[in-house]
């Protein structure tokens, strides 16, 4: 067995035994020499469990080879096994590529995108029930996320007439870089190189995303292009809460559905510092919903999951505030406009005739009325009130104003008023300390239970 410099060859003379011509693992294809498709009629090449013995190359009657002296000696039929599934394996080499060019029609993988190929990477055959619990291992919104951006990956390879399963590790961060030159964020990317991890076979024996080339190029574009986080809020809060106190925000049993909705969605995630998507999740009806004099106890439903399933993340409740509950004078009554409680009560009475969910909210017009309302939904009644109160105030609308905000804006208002640290990390459902350390500094006071949805409505003073 040698090399030419431009290709395998076989040298006849120096063999001992029946030899084989292989695949250079450093070529991903090889369009010269003598290997061709026509020499095999099966992409799996199994070789005998004990050693060839050293019979050399087949003669006729007469002791003439009957092969070419530079050919290669190709297998019997005996050692050669017919697939009886999909060849769409894994070369057992150290590299872990894929045959080239030997693949059939398209690959079994693709015809569902949202089955990522983590089961078919473990190289085992699972029942079905086992199948099901692995491709859960990620939710249904990873799965189709992971598989838009695999779509897209698999675009941008069929227009330079490459197979993404056999891209190289090369042509996926091109990939990857010209996908940031579309100006995303460096998360993003890395949000892609998953999608295609998911997908692709291992590289070198290992995914792509934790190969050491793809960790390098990722810390590369932190360097180059380094995480910029803003160190003043987008919009004031102050403001907002400043306008939600009159039209078009109020009287709540008056006003517009519409603004009822989007009053309600941002005291709420406003007073608790958690995302829209357990927003969306929150039940109205008992045990979830609980009203108490001097405070509101919300719950998801059961079947949510919230981003890190954990005991400590499914069972945190949501505690809401009441703000000046009894006002004394034309001032307390107005800042009583804020009450979160007030305003929940307010919208359950008004939704309740179309009601058809019992999610918290609901969808107040167009054909899904009635029934609960997205994550989206919440996040657009969020910023449009944001927007709404910035155009009342006849001030130019902040740009790239994100219902997610409400979550900084929330810690950092508690964090201003001297909130103890613990109080911040479970409003937030923040299970270590790290997280909130690496944003905000620490100022360690004594507060009760309802300190940061209580802290964020006196802003307002400010």
Known sequence: MGDSGVGPVCDCGKSQGPSLLFQRRSRPRIK??????????????CLPSV?????????????????????????????????????????????????????????????????????????????EAVTNVLLNARRLSTRQSYALKWDKFSVWCSRRGLDPFESTLSEILDFLWEVKQEGLANSSVKVYLAAISAFHPPVDRKSVFSHYSAK????????????????????????????????????????????????????????????????????????YL???????????????????????????????????????????????????????????DRVKPFRIDSNLFICFAGPKKGNRASAQTISRWVVQAILTCYSAANLPCPLQVHAHSTRSQASSAALFRGVPLQDICRAATWASADTFVKHYALDILDRKETAVGTAVLHSIFE
């Open 216 to 287: 390098l190029f990722l810390r590369g574009l932190n360097n180059l292009f380094p995480p910029v986080r803003a160190l003043v809020p987008q919009w004031s809060l102050p403001l907002v809460l400043t306008r939600l106190m009159s039209k078009p925000f109020e009287p709540l049993a008056s006003c517009p559905l519409r603004f009822l909705s989007m009053k309600v969605a941002f005291l709420v995630a406003a007073t608790s510092a958690r995302r829209v998507g357990e927003l969306a999740a929150l039940s109205c009806e008992p045990p």
């Open 290 to 348: 609980k009203f108490h004099p001097e405070k509101v106890v919300l719950r998801t439903k059961v079947e949510f999951l919230p981003k890190v399933v954990s005991r400590f993340h499914l069972s945190q409740e949501l505690v809401l505030p009441v703000f000046f509950p009894t006002p004394a004078s034309e001032a307390e009554a107005a800042l009583h406009s804020l009450d979160v409680r007030r305003a929940i009560l307010f919208y359950l």
């Open 32 to 45: 010269w020499g003598r290997v061709s498709v026509k020499l095999v009629r099966s992409p799996v090449l």
């Open 51 to 127: 050693p060839a013995s050293g019979t050399g190359p087949q003669q006729d009657p007469e002791g003439q080879s009957v092969r070419h002296p530079g050919d290669p000696v190709l297998a019997e039929a005996t050692m050669v096994s017919l697939p009886s599934e999909s060849t769409d394996s894994i070369d057992p080499s150290p590299g872990g590529s894929r045959s080239p060019d030997l693949r059939g029609g398209s690959s079994p993988r693709h015809q569902e995108t949202q089955t990522h190929s983590v089961v078919d990477q473990a190289g085992a055959a699972f029942s």
